[in-house]
C-alpha cells in the first residue's frame, strides 16, 4: 500500500514565523502536491512537482514556497506565517504521469495565532 | 472556467436506506473523473476513477457512474461505517490540475 506521511497532525504557530510541514511518500512516486482544504471551498491546489528540484504552482501559491530536493519528500514553507493560513494542509502523491488518481496524508491541522 | 458542485452537502440515511450523491461538472475535456472518502480528521482516501460517460465500477456497497455532465455516487443498504464526507474531483485534458468538489457529507444511523 501506498502510504504517505507528513511531519506533525496538529501545529500551533505564532503570525510571522516560519513554518515547514514535511510530506514524505515511500512508493517512489514522481508527483507531489501540496493541497490546503477549508470548509465549503474544497481542496485548492497549492503547488505540485513533477520531479526533484521541479515545482508549479497551483491556485493559491501566495504566501507559500516548496522543496523537493529528495524524490520521497516534498515541504511546504510558510514564509510568514498569517492567520488566514490556518487550515488543514494535506499532501499527495502520484505515480501516473498524466497525475491521475492521488495518495493523500494524513494532513496537518494548521492553526497561527 | 472548470468546476465540479457536489450535492447534496450533507446526507442522512438510515441504515440500510440506498441513496445517491451527484457531482456535475464541467470541463473543457475529461481526462478523468475520481471519487474520494474522507472521515473526519484524515485524509481524502481513493475509491475510484472513470474515464468515459457509461463506464461504471463498484466497491462493495458503493457504484459510480458517469455521464457527459455528471457523476453518481451509489450506496445501496449503507451502513453505520459508511459514514464519511465523499469527494469527486475531476482531471482535464489540457491542464496539470485536478479540481476537487467541496464534497457531500453523508450520515448513516444504525
Known amino acids: 500500500d501506498v502510504k504517505v506521511t507528513q511531519s506533525s497532525r496538529y501545529l500551533v504557530k505564532r503570525t510571522g514565523e516560519k513554518v515547514f510541514l514535511e510530506c514524505v511518500q515511500d512508493?517512489?512516486?514522481?508527483?507531489m502536491f501540496w493541497y490546503r482544504q477549508d470548509p465549503g471551498l474544497g481542496l485548492r491546489l497549492i503547488y505540485f512537482?513533477?520531479?526533484?528540484?521541479?515545482?508549479e504552482k497551483g491556485d493559491i501559491p501566495e504566501g507559500y514556497s516548496v522543496s523537493r530536493e529528495k524524490k520521497e519528500r516534498f515541504s511546504l514553507i510558510l514564509e510568514s506565517a498569517s492567520t488566514n493560513q490556518t487550515s488543514m494542509y494535506l499532501c499527495?502523491?502520484?505515480?501516473?504521469?498524466?497525475?491521475?488518481?492521488?495518495?493523500f496524508g494524513p494532513g496537518t491541522r494548521l492553526t497561527v495565532t | 472556467e472548470d468546476q465540479v458542485t457536489q450535492s447534496p452537502e450533507a446526507l442522512r440515511l438510515q441504515e440500510g436506506e440506498s441513496s445517491s450523491l451527484n457531482c456535475s461538472y464541467t470541463?473543457?475535456?475529461?481526462?478523468?473523473l475520481f471519487w474520494y472518502r474522507q472521515d473526519p480528521g484524515k485524509g481524502p482516501e481513493f475509491l475510484f476513477t472513470?474515464?468515459?460517460a457509461g463506464e461504471e465500477k463498484e466497491k462493495e456497497r458503493l457504484k459510480a457512474t458517469l455521464t457527459k455532465k455528471e457523476s453518481f455516487l451509489h450506496i445501496t443498504a449503507p451502513k453505520p461505517e459508511d459514514s464519511a464526507t465523499y469527494l469527486c474531483?475531476?482531471?482535464?485534458?489540457?491542464?496539470?490540475?485536478?479540481?476537487f468538489g467541496a464534497g457531500t457529507r453523508l450520515f448513516v444511523k444504525a
Open positions: 474531483a475531476v482531471r482535464n485534458t489540457g491542464g496539470f490540475k485536478t479540481i
Open positions: 512537482s513533477y520531479d526533484v528540484k521541479m515545482k
Open positions: 472513470l474515464y468515459s
Open positions: 470541463v473543457s475535456g475529461l481526462r478523468g
Open positions: 499527495a502523491s502520484s505515480s501516473h504521469p498524466a497525475m491521475y488518481e492521488q495518495y
Open positions: 512508493m517512489d512516486h514522481e508527483n
